[in-house]
């Protein structure tokens, strides 16, 4: 991936020109205006909105921050999220698959750390809402 600037309409415009690549192996999506049928993309916009809410929640509690001084009980309840998270993750990305059995059977074995790596990629090339670029 080229570097960033310190222009973000720069970075942008290179994002889109080069969009990041799918780790090897991983399963293929598709973009958010392909998924069909429209209820399967309805649905699936609609987990994503719950996981968006639930990641600002996560956020907000300060669980991606240090967590030395919380509880024990603290710590596993946000552990649990986390978990949480990536499930919803597997489901989102199942519901965007190309072939959802093979999404899932990747899924299921994947780290935490590939599913997420997948996820960011999905995210940075198909953004809610956009239609892609056209060439003329």
Known sequence: MPEKTIDPVVDAIDEEANPPEYP???PLLHTIA???????????????ADFLEKQAAV???GLATDTEDMEQAAKVRSWAEMDELYQQMA??????AKNPTHCVEWTDNATDEALLAVFQVFMRRAQPG?????TS
């Open 34 to 48: 392909e998924i069909r049928p429209r209820s399967r993309r309805a649905q699936f916009k609609r987990l994503l």
């Open 91 to 96: 489901e989102l990305m199942e519901l965007a």
């Open 59 to 61: 956020n907000l509690l």
């Open 24 to 26: 090897a192996g991983s």
């Open 130 to 134: 956009e239609a892609p670029s056209s």
